[in-house]
């Protein structure tokens, strides 16, 4: 699903160009959710409390009453490099401007059905290009969490706490289970095996013996990207440096423990994931 945040001020422009979105989701059958925000300031108030604000992509009218949207786009830049901030503008000359924010797009008013689907094509192509990511629920505020800055998952009080590559902890008011089953679904797990035929079914057969034994025969399904270590805690495969009988070292000398039962199970799949990167 696309989300996009649009600050505009002008309610039957706001409502022509949501209807343009609605027409360009069914169109290109993906699935986009709209917000308006009336001004910059209502848009700040509902994001406050986020690292990185949940949307793909920020539609912006620069012209608005009190702050307007270049003064948005700076606030915005302070916490959140990453977000694609699309500038609407009946004045060419203001495009130079955008350089100091990163705007991603420009798109002069008015804005017809022809430049925004291309708008949204342009969108989609770059969200596939996209490294996975999920939307979790922290403090009552949405947060976009990408997975390759998840070291790892685990049980604290009644939270789960995602542990990130950058020594930050996201507290998420979740089940153990279900976190990771969102995490999992995000990563696309199970969608498409990714060990068992051509070049890396010929490494299996070729690596050492004492590791070939290791391995039992590979179900249909990949395992999944987020795996139990022990009962309270699961770990990113793709952040596992090494794996002993009692703990595993992850990237940044992060130990946890490995359970005795888990042990057999999480060490295949460091081996299988280790070979898929070969």
């Given amino acids: 699903m696309l989300r996009i945040a649009y600050c505009e001020d002008e309610p039957?422009?706001?409502q022509q160009v949501k209807s343009f979105w609605k027409e360009w989701s069914k169109a290109r059958e993906i699935n986009c959710q709209v917000?308006?925000?009336q001004n910059a300031e209502s848009f700040l108030f509902a994001q406050e409390p986020l690292r990185r604000l949940p949307y793909d992509m920020l539609l912006l009218d620069i012209?608005?009453?009190e702050m307007d949207?270049?003064?948005l786009a700076k606030n915005i830049r302070t916490f959140d490099s990453e977000l694609k901030i699309v500038f609407l503008t009946s004045d060419p000359g203001y495009v130079f401007e955008g350089?100091?924010?990163a705007a991603w797009r420009y798109?002069?008013?008015p804005v017809t059905k022809q430049k925004l689907f291309e708008l949204g094509d342009a969108l989609a192509a770059e969200q596939g290009r996209r490294k996975p990511s999920v939307l979790l629920e922290q403090s009552g505020e949405q947060v976009r969490v990408d997975l390759d800055e998840v070291l790892s998952v685990e049980v604290c009080g009644h939270y789960t706490t995602i542990c990130l590559t950058d020594g930050e902890k996201l507290e998420i008011k979740q089940s153990f289970a279900a976190v990771l089953g969102r995490l999992n679904e995000a990563a696309g797990a199970g969608q498409m095996g990714r060990i068992g035929s051509g070049r890396e079914a010929t490494q299996i057969e070729h690596i050492d013996s004492s590791v070939n034994a290791a391995l039992e025969p590979l179900p249909t399904a990949s395992a999944p990207r987020f795996i139990r270590c022990h009962r309270s805690a699961a770990v990113n495969l793709e952040k596992i440096v090494r794996i002993g009988k009692q703990s595993c070292q992850l990237e940044g000398k992060v130990e946890l423990p490995v359970s005795r039962g888990m042990y057999r199970e999480?060490?295949?799949?460091?081996?299988r994931e280790n070979l898929r990167h070969e």
């Fill in 266 to 271: 999480l060490n295949q799949a460091f081996i």
């Fill in 107 to 109: 798109l002069l008013k």
């Fill in 63 to 65: 012209r608005m009453k």
């Fill in 12 to 14: 039957a422009q706001a």
């Fill in 69 to 71: 949207g270049f003064e």
């Fill in 35 to 37: 917000e308006i925000f």
């Fill in 99 to 101: 350089y100091e924010v």
